[in-house]
């Protein structure tokens, strides 16, 4: 059972891969003979069938129509653009600005019961002050070279952020105690964000964790990352963000999230914690 948030995606693909290669060996073709077809280079058969080079929407149509199997086309470009989805750069994604991202999530918030979330270093969406999530925002636009829409984007994150208040959905949110005192904005955005925590902790949808530096470790720190109820996790990486769906990678999630959990503490110990992060300020 494989950790690797990469390996759903390349799964995914391996998939295609080998429904491809299939179309072409019950066309009782050679590498050559598709090739010679498709009007490319032999290399390039071999490369998509090894999954090593993921094909274009003409590129399926193209082999498709080579094994007199245009009907499948369709289905296939459909489940390479999935595959193409799981890992994402963010560049591709905020391309645009960091608003529209912001927003294209909205309706997986909306129907998701059941969030886990684990940070390492920066606060929770779900938790983020607009000054936090602003000044945040701006530091990611800034270091991707994107265009700064931080304040509208900040606002649209607090916005989708509802969805802990209504009583519809549950959050169960992990933090390392590092996150408290990681200064993202100045003092005052810090003292807003920590005063918020302070609220939040006593919302009946929100269970929030703090794993103390002194805490011996069942878990080391991995990357963040969300869960959506049982099936769907997004996992943040520097460059990308990859989204895993194979059932037994899920579980793996689940369970370091549940390693993770026991080694937080809650209710007042945690106020303690946090309140300690806001007498550092003064």
């Given at each position: 059972?494989?950790?690797?948030?990469?390996?759903?995606?390349?799964?995914?693909?391996?998939?295609?891969?080998?429904?491809?290669?299939?179309?072409?060996?019950?066309?009782?073709?050679?590498?050559?003979?598709?090739?010679?077809?498709?009007?490319?280079?032999?290399?390039?058969?071999?490369?998509?069938?090894?999954?090593?080079?993921?094909?274009?929407?003409?590129?399926?149509?193209?082999?498709?129509?080579?094994?007199?199997?245009?009907?499948?086309?369709?289905?296939?470009?459909?489940?390479?653009?999935?595959?193409?989805?799981?890992?994402?750069?963010?560049?591709?994604?905020?391309?645009?600005?960091?608003?529209?991202?912001?927003r294209a999530n909205a309706p997986l918030y909306?129907?998701?019961?059941?969030?886990?979330?684990?940070?390492?270093?920066?606060?929770?969406?779900?938790?983020?002050?607009?000054?936090?999530?602003?000044?945040?925002?701006?530091?990611?636009?800034?270091?991707?070279?994107?265009?700064?829409?931080?304040?509208?984007?900040?606002?649209?994150?607090?916005?989708?952020?509802?969805?802990?208040?209504?009583?519809?959905?549950?959050?169960?949110?992990?933090?390392?105690?590092?996150?408290?005192?990681?200064r993202i904005g100045d003092d005052a955005v810090m003292a807003d964000q920590?005063?918020?925590?302070?609220?939040?902790?006593?919302?009946?949808?929100?269970?929030?964790?703090?794993?103390?530096?002194?805490?011996?470790?069942?878990?080391?720190?991995?990357?963040?990352?969300?869960?959506?109820?049982?099936?769907?996790?997004?996992?943040?990486?520097?460059?990308?963000?990859?989204?895993?769906?194979?059932?037994?990678?899920?579980?793996?999630?689940?369970?370091?999230?549940?390693?993770?959990?026991?080694?937080?503490?809650?209710?007042?110990?945690?106020?303690?914690?946090?309140?300690?992060?806001?007498?550092?300020?003064?």
């Amino acid at each position: 059972m494989s950790s690797s948030p990469f390996s759903s995606a390349h799964a995914a693909r391996e998939s295609v891969a080998a429904r491809l290669k299939e179309l072409r060996l019950d066309a009782d073709l050679t590498m050559q003979g598709l090739a010679d077809r498709c009007g490319w280079n032999k290399a390039k058969t071999s490369r998509i069938e090894a999954a090593r080079t993921t094909p274009s929407d003409a590129d399926i149509r193209a082999w498709c129509a080579a094994c007199d199997a245009e009907g499948q086309a369709t289905d296939l470009i459909a489940s390479s653009r999935s595959a193409d989805s799981m890992y994402v750069e963010w560049r591709r994604m905020q391309r645009t600005g960091l608003r529209r991202l912001q927003r294209a999530n909205a309706p997986l918030y909306e129907r998701t019961r059941l969030f886990r979330v684990y940070c390492a270093r920066v606060m929770p969406g779900l938790l983020q002050t607009q000054g936090y999530a602003h000044a945040l925002l701006s530091l990611i636009a800034d270091f991707r070279s994107l265009p700064n829409d931080a304040g509208e984007a900040a606002a649209a994150r607090v916005d989708r952020s509802h969805i802990i208040r209504d009583g519809l959905h549950r959050a169960v949110m992990l933090i390392e105690e590092d996150v408290l005192t990681h200064r993202i904005g100045d003092d005052a955005v810090m003292a807003d964000q920590l005063g918020y925590l302070l609220t939040a902790m006593s919302y009946p949808a929100v269970s929030l964790g703090i794993i103390p530096r002194s805490t011996p470790r069942v878990m080391w720190g991995p990357e963040t990352f969300t869960m959506f109820d049982d099936k769907r996790v997004h996992v943040e990486l520097l460059a990308a963000k990859v989204t895993v769906t194979t059932p037994t990678e899920v579980e793996v999630y689940r369970n370091a999230f549940a390693r993770l959990a026991e080694m937080a503490v809650y209710g007042p110990r945690a106020r303690t914690l946090v309140s300690r992060a806001m007498d550092a300020l003064d």
